[in-house]
Each structure stands twice: as structure tokens, then as C-alpha cells.
């Protein structure tokens, strides 16, 4: 066993711990070590394997949608250039702010200088803050789709772009006024021996607002009016295709009617025929009726062959119809996940 004593306090820490201190500014500006934060050597490698395990996963699933997107043919389209963007924010927040994150977890103190602090937190702000406007840009992007025809169509690379440098531009200005002094000089790391965000009241609803709370509430709305928009053309597209399947059934039925006109039409000479053939001996009556058989057979054939094919082309159709909506489901369904847990 060991003893760690200060002036106001003695305490005991096992042995096999490992401890860290809590620091306290005092009256003569000077570093007051509390006393000691203990953890055991388990926690301390449960917390670091945990977190180990969380970055590498981030890491790794950010640098697969980076790589599919920038190999597979199908996915380069402009609609995943916000996706490509979303996930290099959150590579970046994986490589360059979650390691210190972890370190400043475990040890409880900063160790490095109070301009690394406000670079880290800015950094660690920019990228989380371009995170969840990206999600909005994809929203909104994903409601132009719905809502008007020819967006799809009309959907450009600059277009796209410039939402992209929208998102980053406003998630700069956000991140960088702790930076130019919008802060508390009370917390200073060097000092306090932590390295938090700005804890000044105007500049934590600035952040809070324009980087949360304020894009959440869009992407709320937004998903909700797709919802609407998606059931109304939902609706209407069942209405439409009854209305198709009781037309296609009336003109079936229009058609059978005139090919059994047509058919009696022509079957009536033969009976004519048929009812002389005693005159002639009673062979061309029945080569007549050989020839009707063979153009009531061909022309049975040929009748089914022209309602089959409709048939084939919208079932096709409909095939198609049900794939894309399948993916557009799924899309949604990843969308509402990613938007969930990053809320959450």
C-alpha cells in the first residue's frame, strides 16, 4: 500500500491501481492537486480496448463507403457525393479528434499547451457540426427528389458541390470564433488541467443552436413532409393502376368479343359449303373445314401471342417499379438509422 498526502488530506490507494489527479486553481494562481482519481489497471484497459475497438470500427466502415464509392461504377453518381463528404467528416473525427478524446478520457489531465486545446476542440466541433449538416443537406436533397419531377434529371455535379461547400463553410464559422477569443479565459488547461469547449453563455447557444438543435428540427421536418409526400403518391399510384387493370380487363374483353365475330364471320361460307358438299361428293366440305381449323388454330395463336406480350412488358415494369422502391426504402431506412444514432 501506498500513501498520497496533501496539506488538507490523506488517502490510501491500493496497490495495483492506477491513479490520476483532480486540479484546482487556488487563491495565488497556482496548480492544487485535490486528490487522486483511482482506477483499476482493469478499468483503465476495459476503457482503452472499448474505445481502441469504437475508433477502429469508425475507421474502418468510413474508409469502405469512401472506397465503394470511389471504385464501384454504380454508386458514382451525384447524389453520393454528400454521402462521400458525410463519411470523410467522420473519418476525420475518427483519425484526428477521438485518439486525444480517449487519451484526455482515460488520464483525466491535458498535457499539451492551452493552442492545442482550442485547435482540438475546434477541430472536434468542425467536423461533428458538418456531420449532422450533411444529413441535412442529404434531407433536403432527398425531399427536392421527391417533390419535383425533373430535380432527378436535373440534379448537377455544381449543384451538389456547392451544398457540400455550404455545409463545411457553415460548420467553419461555427467551429473557429473560440479560436478569435469567443471564449472563458477561466479555462485555461494549463491552469484547470482539463481541455473543454468555450463555456461562454453566448457562444454555447451559438454552437448548441446552429449545430444541433436547429438541424435536428429540420431534418425532422423534412423527413416528415417525404413521409406525406411518399403516401399521397403511394395512394395515388394504387388508384392508377386499378384504373389500368379495369381498362386492360374491358379491352381484353372487347377484343375476344371482336375475334369471336371475326371467327363466326369467316366459319359461315364454310358451313354453306359444308351443307352443298353432297354435289361434289363431300371432300371440299371437309378440306373447308381442315382450312377454318387451321385459321381458327393460327389465329388463336396469334391472339395470345398479342395479349402476352402487354402482359410481359408490365410485369417487367412492375418488376422494375418494385426494385427501385425496394432500394429507395432501403436508402431511407440506412438514412433514418445513421440520423438516429447520431442524435441519439
Known sequence: MSNFTDSNMSTTIPSGSLFT??????????????GPVIFSVEHLIGTSVVLG???LCTIVGNVFVIAAIILEKNLQNVANYLVLSLAVADLMVATMVMPLSVVSVISRVWFLNAEMCDMWISFDVL???????????????????????????NR?????LIMIALVWIIALCISIPPLFGWKNTDNNPEITGECIISQDHGYTIFSTVGAFYLPTLLMMIIYGKIFMVARERIRRKRFAQMNKIKMSQ????????????VRNHKESPSRMDVSEGPCNGGSSGEHDDN???????NGHVDESTVHMLPRQLRNAKKAK???????ERKAARTLAIITGAFIS
Do not use: F, P
Open 21 to 34: 489527479t483532480d486540479l484546482q486553481m487556488t487563491t495565488q494562481g497556482r496548480v492544487k492537486i485535490l
Open 321 to 327: 417499379e418494385k426494385l427501385e422502391m425496394k432500394r
Open 156 to 160: 448537377t455535379a455544381k449543384r451538389i
Open 53 to 55: 475497438i469504437m475508433i
Open 291 to 297: 382450312e377454318n381449323s387451321k385459321l381458327r388454330t
Open 127 to 153: 467536423c461533428c457540426t458538418a456531420s449532422i449538416l450533411h444529413l441535412l443537406a442529404i434531407s433536403i436533397d432527398r425531399y427536392w427528389a421527391v417533390t419535383h419531377i425533373d430535380y432527378v434529371r
Open 250 to 261: 374491358a379491352a381484353t374483353m372487347n377484343t375476344e368479343t371482336t375475334a369471336l365475330t
